[in-house]
Every structure is written in C-alpha cells, then in structure tokens.
C-alpha cells in the first residue's frame, strides 16, 4: 500500500477538506443572490484580517498578477521604484518593473540575510522614488523582511507608495496595513489560506486609490483597479467572471481563520516554524534564513554532508511528504518545506517522522531524534 503523500511544498498548502467541499459545489450564476452574499462577506472579512478601511480586490490569478496589479495601478513609465529583494521572488518585481519601463533600482541581499533598514533609507534620499516593494516572505530564501520597521521609517518619505508582497506571508505572519503603514498588499489563494491556487487578493489603502487617480489612463485591462472597483463594490455586477467556486472555497477559509482567530494563528504558525525548525537542526539540517529573520510559514533548509539533493526529495516522498527544490544558487544544495495555513500537529510530526526515515536511507540514523524535539516543543 502507497503511504499517503503530505503536500509540504510553500504553496499550494494542504487544502482542508471543508475547503474541499467548497469547490465541489454546483456552480451558480455570478449573480446568484445567495453568492453575491457570500463574495461580500469575504471582502468585509478580509479587510478586517489585516485592520484595512481602504479597497479590497478578489480576482481570478496567482500571485504574480498581483505583483503586475501592485505596480501596474500606482506607477508610470519613468516613475523611479526602489525594490529590496531578499531572493527570487524580490528579483522577479524587477523584471515586471523594467517591461513596463519603470525606472528600478534594486537593494539586494545575499540569500539569507535582509536588507538593513538604514541603508534603505540612505537609498531613498538620494532620488525622488514614487514607490518601494518588499517581500514579506521570500520563498526562495525562507527570509522575513521586518516590515513594521520598513513601514515606519518609511513615515519620513511621506511621498512614497509602500507594496508588500504578502503571498508567503498573509494570514500566517502578522500583517496589519494601518498599524505597519503599508499602503498596497497583496497575496494569493495557495498559500496561507490554504485555498487551491487561483485567486488573488490584494489590498489598496486610500494614498495608493490617489496614486491610481493621478496616473490616469493605464496600458493594462485586466488589473485596473478602475475596472474592478465597481463589482468590488457590488459583486452581482460584471467586468470579468468570478471564480464562483473559489471564492466560496475563500470563504470557508476565512471562516476557519475566525474561528482560530488571526492572532492565534499567527502565534500557531510561530510555535510550528520555531519546533519545526529546531528539529531539522538536530536532525543535521542547517536553515538558510539568519536568526532573527527566519520565517513561520517555511523553511528553507541546507542539506548535511553526503545527502543528494534529488535522491532525497524522491525518497521522501516515498515515505509520504512532498518539498520543493532549492531555487537559484541554492538548487541542488537545500530542500524547501511549508508549513503555513491549514497544518495541523498530525502533519508537522509525522512529516519529521518521514525526514528521519529518509536520512536512514543514507545511512544517517537520527531516528526519534527530531521527533523528540518537536514533541517537546509542541507541548510547550
Ligand atoms: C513571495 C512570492 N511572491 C510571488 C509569488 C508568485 O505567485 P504565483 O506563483 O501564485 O504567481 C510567489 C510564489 O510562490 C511567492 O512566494
């Protein structure tokens, strides 16, 4: 018999099975009354989960679409932005930047470590830049950008557009728009909601609804927020078909998330990242991210000597938990590994139960080893 595989990769997470039976449903109409309802309890909820008064947008898409929305809607061609990248997902912001001829200068870290905050703010006298993207969580590096920090240096360049890139972040990292001074957000359905991949969600605060204004008319469609505003407004309206399923699936996320209540979850996915991580650590792991900066909602994690890259993430998803590979200069050397959204106790120890077998398979044995950390970590 075939061990059940766990979906450990950073997105898509494992989608529960209330959320399952969501997009099973018979689709109805758009503008089914029932449906209209429910899309309007999402968007309310939603602004509520990160302290938002300003606009929401819930649209068909991945992640990157928001990335194009973010910048698409506040800057023109020539515009100066100024982009901190703590990996892959940072550098990507750089090539939509410069297809759309906006003028970008990049503050990069090596993979692992962040970008410190004064230099940040040296960079941003020295040129009037209309705006500045940070990635929450970089995925391909496992670093977590101290945003509130950002945000609140950011109150001397009272000028500037703040987007975060909160796809490996949201509803799993504390993330509150007012309270951090953030004014575009954005994340995607895969990820910490634990929703099949599909949707984006992106939040845009009055200052950024001002930056759209004052841009005029843009070369894009599909993402102005000019387009959407009206059915964000009233949803039985149309501008392009809703991903009527998805969004129900959406809701029942929000629904298990106010039902943990977001600050429990965010301390829950900080007790599993901290047991998590200390357990791969015993186990001869070593994590990428530097103290201090290393996510919650994944690890990224170095290989000890004599461990094949490829023979291993084979192996263990043998022995039932699926990661993703090592991104960039990392490929080959690390594994990475979720566990954000909709995780439970069950899947964090048995998915270190599964590690320990595979690294017996490489003469490794470290068997109840990590396992003894995390249970003693989760009963803290
Ligand atoms: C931090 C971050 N930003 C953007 C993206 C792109 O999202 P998508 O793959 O949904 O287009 C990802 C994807 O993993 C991500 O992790």
Redesign the pocket.
Known sequence: METKKLLMI??PTPVSRSIQDQMGRETVAFSDANFVNDFNYCLKELKKIVKSDGEIFVISG????A?EMSLANVLRKGDNLLIISHGY?GD?FVDIAKNKGINVDVLSSEWGKTVPIDLIRETLKKKPYRAITV?H???STGVKADIKSIGDMLKEFPEIIYIV?G??ATAGEEEYMDDMNIHILFT?S?KAFGVA?GLLILWANEKALRARESIGTIGEYFVDFNNWLPIMHEPSKYFATPSVNLIWALKESIRLINEEGIENRFKRHELFARAYQKALEELGFRILAEEGYRANTLSNVLYPEGVEDELFRTSLATEGVQVAAGLGTFKGKMFRIGHMGNIDKHDLISSIASIERTLYKFNIDKLSIGLNIIQRELVK
């Open positions: 950073p997105g991945s992640g990157t679409l990335m997902f990507r990635t969580v970089d995925t890139d796809v490996c995607a895969q991949p």
